[in-house]
């Protein structure tokens, strides 16, 4: 199922359950974070910094080292994002990167590597730049537009200038590159980090479309809708360059020291995913997908697809729920949903209620269940298209009724998975993946978490990477 689909889906029950924002909290110009305090609109942005001071603190020093010896100026910092997802990003002089970057990371140069590419985009001001790129396609395609007369044709310039936007978005990357890869050699690390960093983001990407059921190479296929140049091309460019065997210090030791027990995981405060079972020890909820669905945590909600066009959409109401849900559901909805039914689930008020039919071209079927649990309402939307559809809704339908709150004792026990630092030797490659806590692909996630090529590569090692639940 391409992912593009999930996410048309998920904008179908977006539109159709649109839970009430969280209320504003007072204003202020941070997040209440300590040392590591984001103003509110950035975090609004990226999300929280992580908490721990020391990680932060390493990280920072990496990007000050860079600023440093590239003779930037601009009051730069450089912060974690309290995040499991690889992912790095650049807003005003904040250069992020994520805790699942740096599990996914080998080494400070490769770390190094991923926030000069940051650096890059913001010395430059890329953003700015495609801005003003995208504005003025808009402004040429309304133009266009009037003057001719045909919608038509202003849809085709705006066509030919978004193409036009993405080409131009990829040759950022590319010179964010060779400015990073520049930046890193100056400051002391081997040129070689930013292939390397490239190629874990390639591995990483490529595991991810094997987890969702597609071809790993996917993200290696170039693309003209494609903002970012496919890995190959990039690691080509950098390559090329003279700088790409300068020699440095890798820093690997004291890399691995600063990771070591570094959560991988989601905050308590998101949930937890257990193979397919969703577990919140903050609100003390947890529900289990139906079989052949995977689970995805974001910070709004829960996502559970699978290969058969189905997919399931939870989330809990930030503002309480007065009167019967039935009545809540006839009322709130939009289009007013069929046959509602109330009910109880594991001792709780519920009720349920089908999305009319042909209210949405191509939509099969659709079912809503909202469950009362304490002083909150949590809410399931499912959609099926697939032939099998009417199975499909059953077994999501069952998988709401799963629904149940935690005890007290389960939610303290519920603790996120950690990232160590240990010795391979007296181990088998078999048992070391055997140890990692998630139902499958165990060795492939292994060899992507230590940039290893085969089993046989990790026995070599003195020290990798595993995963503690």
């Known amino acids: 199922m391409e992912f593009r689909r999930i996410l048309a889906l998920v904008a179908v ?166 400015l990073a890869l520049g930046y890193i050699v100056k400051a002391g690390y081997p040129g070689s980090a930013m292939a390397s960093l490239i190629d874990r983001l390639r591995r990483q990407s490529a595991l991810e479309a094997q987890i969702m059921g597609e071809s790993p190479d996917i993200g290696d296929r170039p693309s003209a809708s494609s903002t970012h140049p496919a890995p190959m091309e990039r690691t080509s460019a950098i390559e090329a360059l003279p700088l790409a065997k300068a020699p440095g210090d890798s820093n690997q030791k004291g890399y691995f020291a600063a990771i070591n027990g570094m959560s991988v995981d989601d905050p308590p405060s998101e949930g937890f995913i257990r193979g397919r079972s969703f577990l919140h020890p903050v609100l003390r909820i947890a529900f289990t997908a139906p079989p052949g669905f995977r689970l995805f945590n974001e910070s709004d909600g829960v996502l559970a697809v699978n290969r058969e066009r189905s997919l399931m959409g939870f989330s809990c109401l930030s503002t309480p729920v007065t009167g019967p849900l039935d009545d809540w559901m006839r009322n709130r909805l939009k289009p007013t949903p069929t046959d509602i039914q109330t009910l109880e689930i594991n001792g709780a008020e519920a009720a349920i209620g089908a999305r009319p039919r042909g209210s949405d071209t191509g939509l099969g079927q659709a079912r809503y269940v909202a469950i009362r649990q304490g002083g909150r309402v949590c809410n399931f939307a499912m959609v099926s298209e697939g032939v099998d559809q009417d199975r499909q809704i059953a077994a999501m339908i069952a998988s709401a009724r799963t629904f149940r709150t935690l005890s007290a004792a389960e939610a303290a026990a519920l603790q996120p998975y950690r990232l160590r630092i240990v010795s391979p030797a007296g181990s088998t490659p078999a048992s070391l993946a055997a140890y990692m806590p998630y139902p499958d692909l165990k060795m492939e996630r292994l060899l992507v978490l230590n940039a290893a090529q085969s089993p046989a590569e990790l026995g070599s090692r003195a020290q990798i990477k595993v995963i503690e639940p």
């Open 13 to 178: 029950l977006a539109a159709a359950v649109a839970c009430t924002p969280p209320a504003e909290p007072p204003a202020s110009t941070t997040g209440g974070r300590g040392a590591t305090a984001l103003p509110r609109d950035i975090e609004k942005l990226v999300g929280p910094a992580d908490r721990d001071a020391a990680l932060q603190s390493y990280v920072d020093r990496v990007g000050q080292r860079i600023v440093t010896a590239a003779g930037l100026s601009g009051g730069y910092r450089f912060l974690v994002l309290d995040s499991p997802v690889a992912n790095a990003h650049a807003v005003q002089s904040y250069v992020f990167v994520t805790r699942g970057l740096l599990a996914l990371l080998e080494n400070e140069a490769e770390l190094a590597a991923a926030v000069g590419h940051e650096l890059g985009h913001l010395v430059q001001r890329h953003a700015a730049q495609r801005a003003r790129v995208r504005q003025g396609v808009l402004d040429a395609a309304v133009q266009a537009a009037a003057t001719s007369g045909s919608v038509n044709v202003g849809r085709s310039v705006a066509q030919d200038g978004l193409l036009a936007l993405r080409r131009y978005s990829r040759e950022q990357e590319l010179e964010a590159d060779r």
